[in-house]
T-cell receptor, first 119, second 109 residues
Framework: GAVVSQHPSWVICKSGTSVKIECRSL??????MFWYRQFPKQSLMLMAT?????????EQGVEKDKFLINHASLTLSTLTVTSAHPEDSSFYICSGGRTSGSLGADTQYFGPGTRLTVL | EDQVTQSPEALRLQEGESSSLNCSYTVSGLRGLFWYRQDPGKGPEFLFTLYSAGEEKEKERLKATLTKKESFLHITAPKPEDSATYLCAVPLPGNQFYFGTGTSLTVIP
């Protein structure tokens, strides 16, 4: 259990266009979904946190008008990269938080990632 | 200041050569320590959660342990397919994760 899917797995687009990435929790309801960005040989960098029906909370330095996040339901969140430029090329990964049923923090289950290349 | 440090940064082992990866943390009010495995070009795969000092969890050749200051991921008789980057993470308020920089493990046949 606890499977998260992402679509597409890779995308190539022209500079100035917008790209939408979908993140779905397939067998559980994610109370919170997270979006990360990862550069080669680096760890994950949290971009934003979203709760269903609420506006996303963005980390410092992340442009909320450029990276639009919509958390439509407890199983679906989308990240839209607007007016993409080559510097936005990266590996984007989402995760869904699943309650552990204890006083501990939710466990995050990650999607397979989306490789974005902006030409 | 909350901090998570992993060591070593990279580790090369011969197949069958057991070793341990370290994750040191300075977080007050720990609400769990999480271990993940990440293969190149893929998202992290959940391995373990540890909640209290003295807790241990095992899965195949992996065993995770937790003390009040650090966690160890012990790999017993590793195989080439265990080659990956291993990440530890601790939760912050709001359930965001603070990730370590990872240990890149290579197991040589």
């Amino acid at each position: 259990g606890a499977v998260v899917s992402q679509h597409p797995s890779w995308v190539i687009c022209k500079s100035g266009t917008s790209v939408k990435i979908e993140c779905r929790s397939l067998d559980f309801q994610a109370t919170t979904m997270f979006w990360y960005r990862q550069f080669p040989k680096q760890s994950l960098m949290l971009m934003a946190t979203s709760n269903e029906g609420s506006k996303a909370t963005y980390e410092q330095g992340v442009e909320k008008d450029k990276f639009l996040i919509n958390h439509a339901s407890l199983t679906l969140s989308t990240l839209t990269v607007t007016s993409a430029h080559p510097e936005d090329s990266s590996f984007y990964i989402c995760s869904g938080g699943r309650t552990s049923g204890s006083l501990g923090a939710d466990t995050q289950y990650f999607g397979p990632g989306t490789r974005l290349t902006v030409l | 200041e909350d901090q998570v440090t992993q060591s070593p940064e990279a580790l090369r082992l011969q197949e069958g050569e057991s070793s341990s990866l370290n994750c040191s943390y300075t977080v007050s009010g720990l609400r769990g320590l999480f271990w993940y495995r990440q293969d190149p070009g893929k998202g992290p795969e959940f391995l373990f959660t540890l909640y209290s000092a003295g807790e241990e969890k095992e899965k195949e050749r992996l065993k995770a342990t937790l003390t009040k200051k650090e966690s160890f991921l012990h790999i017993t008789a590793p195989k080439p397919e265990d080659s990956a980057t291993y990440l530890c993470a601790v939760p912050l308020p709001g359930n965001q994760f603070y990730f370590g920089t990872g240990t890149s493990l290579t197991v040589i046949p």
